[in-house]
């Protein structure tokens, strides 16, 4: 009767110390952080090197669109050049989809 009890208990520890287990938890317990990478191993979107502007600023832009703003007053709005905003919302930057994803360290 103990024995079962006892192992019992273990089973459910084990499953919350699996429940805690994420992949972004664990890459936050060894300073590493989960990249989205294309086909070329080429990291994606704000985690490219040459990177000007973060995912929030691009959803930014996708919301204003979808609210109705006319592309000048988005323009102003995030600070964004009218060419960037028009090839962010129009597919021509930032529109590859992850095909993996991968561990890297943290850059401050």
């Not at 994606?44 to 006319?70: C, N, S």
Request: proline residues 5%; aromatic residues 8%; glycine residues 6%.
């Amino acid at each position: 009767m103990r024995l079962c009890l006892r192992l019992e208990r273990l089973a459910e520890d084990r499953r919350q110390r699996a429940a805690k287990r994420t992949p972004g938890r664990i890459a936050d317990n060894f300073g590493t952080e989960m990249v989205p990478v294309g086909l070329k191993s080429v990291p994606l979107g704000q985690y490219h090197h040459r990177a000007k502007y973060t995912d929030e600023e691009v959803e930014e832009v996708f919301m204003l669109a979808d609210a109705g703003f006319r592309l000048a007053d988005i323009c102003l709005k995030v600070e964004m050049p009218k060419s960037t905003v028009w090839a962010i919302l129009h597919g021509r930057m930032r529109c590859t989809t992850p095909v993996t994803w991968k561990r890297r360290k943290k850059r401050f």
